[in-house]
């Protein structure tokens, strides 16, 4: 599986890629999409994730992932957006997802040198990274992204978990993420504080972990006005 890379507004194209998730949820294939907008200013935006973001079996596939669903969303506020994901199922900063990609790998992927924004999102998956080895991977990450788009702002959201009771590997994970985000100058936002998905079990699937297509636009509503927070106001 590749990552995928898409650029999104108004209207979706198919295209297949066989995408791998995130933990153990079954392969799925998924529908990338991609959209331009005519007539209109657009803000180039780069997003890195794991299977939160290229959606699973359970939910999240295509036209019904979260970007997909943000970047409508935007549209509305006439806001224009033209994005490129790279998301690879089980991936993190220190953990190599299903393709044998590290956060910083699919950085490359996704980034351009006239993004406006970056966005990184997660990841759960980097649970039993030592914490100087993740601290560091997070921070070549984020350099890369500066180096490769000197003007893009970047936007870190950190690790969400399901239930109240989130485990010290994760809080961790998310200390980490918080303090290189501080240090690159990132807005850094924590769903864990936010309280993502608390007492909502229905966003969340049998397996206890990936998202629905409920979940997924649950995550588009609270993650638009995110992005579009940071992008340039245009008059």
């Not at 490129?84 to 980034?111: I, K, M, S, W």
């Not at 990132?186 to 397996?207: H, K």
């Not at 995550?219 to 008059?235: C, E, F, H, S, T």
Request: charged share 15%; hydrophobic share 45%.
């Amino acid at each position: 599986m590749h990552a995928i890379g898409s650029r999104f507004a108004t209207f979706v194209v198919a295209v297949s890629l066989l995408v791998g998730l995130v933990m153990n949820a079954p392969a799925a294939r998924i529908t990338p999409y991609q959209a331009l907008t005519a007539g209109a200013s657009v803000s180039r935006v780069a997003i890195v994730g794991d299977s939160y973001t290229n959606g699973t079996a359970i939910g999240g596939q295509g036209a019904n992932a979260w970007p997909a669903l943000a970047w409508k969303s935007l549209a509305r506020r006439g806001v224009q957006v033209a994005a490129d994901v790279a998301a690879e199922g089980r991936a993190g900063y220190g953990v190599r997802g299903d393709q044998g990609n590290l956060f910083g790998d699919l950085t490359p992927r996704a980034v351009k040198p006239d993004d406006a924004l970056v966005v990184f999102y997660g990841s759960r998956n980097d649970q039993g990274v030592d914490p100087n080895v993740l601290s560091g991977q997070v921070f070549n990450a984020f350099a890369h992204a500066h180096g490769i788009a000197p003007n893009a702002r970047l936007l870190v959201i950190g690790p969400p978990w399901p239930t109240a009771d989130v485990p010290t590997a994760i809080l961790q994970i998310r200390d980490i993420l918080a303090f290189q985000a501080s240090l690159a100058g990132a807005t850094f936002i924590d769903p864990i504080a936010a309280g993502w998905f608390f007492d909502r079990p229905d966003l969340i699937g049998r397996d206890g972990v990936h998202p629905t297509d409920a979940g997924h636009a649950y995550m588009a509503d609270k993650i638009a006005p995110l992005i579009g927070d940071q992008l340039p106001r245009r008059v």
